[in-house]
C-alpha cells in the first residue's frame, strides 16, 4: 500500500502559485496511478488529480488548467503545480494512490491557504 509524505504547502496570494511534493513508499509505485486530494475545512476529501503509471494525466473541471500533476518513478516522487490559485482552494492537500485499493494511510498532508 501506499504511504506518502506530502510537502511544500504554504501561504500564498490569490493568483499565485505553489507546488507540491509527494514521497511515496510503496515497492510497486511506477505501476499505481498515483492521485492529489484535497480536503477543505467541514468537507469531505476529494480526488482532484490523478496521473496513470504510463503518465495519462486526468483532472476534475475545478482545477483543469490551473493544476498539473507529474511523477517521477525513479524517484517515487509525485508532484502537484498549482497556478492561478484561489482563496476557495485553501483546503489540505494530500497525496496516496489513485485506486482505492492501493491507498495506503492517510499522510498529515499539506495545507495550501491562499489569501485574498
Known amino acids: 500500500q501506499v504511504q506518502a509524505v506530502e510537502s511544500g504547502g504554504g501561504l500564498v496570494q490569490a493568483g499565485g502559485s505553489l507546488r507540491l511534493s509527494c514521497a511515496a513508499s510503496e515497492s510497486l509505485f511506477s505501476v499505481i496511478d498515483m492521485a492529489w486530494f484535497r480536503q477543505a475545512p467541514g468537507k469531505q476529501r476529494d480526488l482532484i488529480a490523478r496521473i496513470t503509471s504510463d503518465g495519462r494525466t486526468y483532472y476534475v473541471d475545478a482545477v483543469k488548467g490551473r493544476f498539473t500533476i507529474s511523477r517521477d518513478n525513479a524517484a517515487n516522487t509525485v508532484y502537484l503545480q498549482m497556478n492561478s490559485l484561489k482563496p476557495e482552494f485553501t483546503a489540505v492537500y494530500y497525496c496516496?494512490?489513485?485506486?482505492?485499493?492501493?491507498?495506503?494511510?492517510w499522510g498529515p498532508g499539506a495545507q495550501v491557504t491562499v489569501c485574498s
Open positions: 496516496n494512490a489513485g485506486a482505492q485499493s492501493w491507498r495506503g494511510n
